[in-house]
């Protein structure tokens, strides 16, 4: 085939621009829509989800500029998060699983004055079709094992996150299957949720959220009520959750760096006796939480008066004795070890 052939059969294949639903935010025109294939379900992506779709582009006089379909090769983003050209932001947000749609968008919507050279030059009007192969949300868990997946349903204000001890209110609506089995409005601190009847990786995922961030929280087991379920809201063994979750305010807990030496030896005796309450009622990993705050908190803390340290010392000493017990519950016997080092160093 001859590169003008080549030509013809590109040219051959673009859709026509224009026409459409008007789906900018403005309803400016700038970004038009045509449904090829709709899709199924009833679900669309929300901001942060990994999307995967194929994609052909073209300039209005059909030349193709690209296409995932020719490379063999699906695409994927995260989605609401500026990765891509603003029409499609706009546009797979509207779109469902195995949907196909033609898009049409103005220079405002996709590279502007300057065009991506070579390729697209300055101020050009794009068509592209877009298939939705997929969406997940973001897994929130240190191993990565999908145990906790968060959703954003509309994003929150600003950057700053709740920290382990910032307070907290929050607006919630647990689901088991498709019934309702909790939602309350409650003020408590990151790291006592358990306290509350709240799951553990409900925890976790506060401290991902932003302020007046609205989002859908999908826990597996052992991220939930585990293996003992929960009877107070007829919760079965080993039930997978879903929480729909609205952070209103929150005021963070101070950072180690923020507090002086009378301030530290405060917060951690009262880190003390929560870790010991904890050690008491079985929750092993909870506990190790607090220990650890003292041994951050108060480790590398110097200029101490004899009192000063003394009372450091003595909360040191503990948390690494009851940290080692902690561990030796859990059978993380590395853990035990280091431990008992510690011990010996202090």
Known sequence: MTAEEGKAEEMSAAPEGEGGVDISPKSDGGVLKIIKKEGTGTECPMIGDKVTVHYTGWLLDGTKFDSSRDRKDKFSFDFGKGEVIKAWDIAVGTMKIGEVCQITCKPEYAYGSAGSPPKIPPNATLIFEIELFEFKGKDLTDEEDGGIIRRIRKKGEGYSKPNEGALVEIEIEGWHENRVFDKRELRFEVGEGENYDLPPGLDKALQKMEKTEESVIYLKPSYGFGSAGKPKFQIPPDAELRYEVKLKSFE????????????????????????????????????????????LWLEHETGLSDEEEAKARNLRLAAHLNLAMCHLKLKEYSQVLENCDKVNGI
């Open 252 to 295: 963070k807990a101070k950072e180690s760096w923020e507090m002086n030496t009378e301030e530290k030896l405060e917060q951690g005796s009262i880190a003390k006796e929560k870790g010991t309450q904890y050690f008491k009622e079985g929750r092993y990993k909870r506990a190790t939480l607090q220990y650890k705050k003292i041994v």
